[in-house]
């Protein structure tokens, strides 16, 4: 895809994913002991949409960092949050020395406490949310 920038047209690259769903399990937030100590969170987040009238479920893999880290560790399993972030694709070896491969959304920022309105739009109670 290529967009009109003034008058050239340059390609457009982007990577950002926005999911809304639920968490399969309390965020884990732990710190790294490597050169600086960062938080680190991870957590299992369940989306859904309906396909020919049944509902399809999607289990992401959530990483975050920091202070969205620490955001993310407030919520519960169960609790119903957006995240806004990107795509990350990576590999390692196991203790079999076997390579697996692990997609996840590395998580920008993070809405909890989300309610929906009478139309089924989300929204955060606490902050305004970037679109």
Request: aromatic share 8%.
């Amino acid at each position: 895809m290529s967009v009109l920038y003034g008058t050239k047209q340059r390609k457009l690259k982007m990577n950002l994913v926005i999911l809304s769903g639920n968490l399969g399990r309390d965020p884990i937030l732990k710190e790294t002991t490597n050169f600086k100590a960062y938080k680190l969170c991870t957590a299992s987040l369940c989306t859904s949409q309906k396909i020919n009238n049944k509902d399809v479920k999607q289990w992401n893999n959530v990483i975050a960092w920091g202070k969205v880290a620490e955001k993310l560790a407030l919520a519960k399993k169960g609790d119903q949050v957006l995240v806004q972030g990107k795509l990350q694709n990576r590999n390692y070896l196991d203790k079999d020395n076997k390579k697996v491969y692990v997609t996840e959304v590395v998580a920008l920022s993070i809405y909890l406490g989300l309610k929906q309105d009478g139309e089924g739009h989300v929204f955060d109670l606490d902050e305004k949310l970037p679109f």
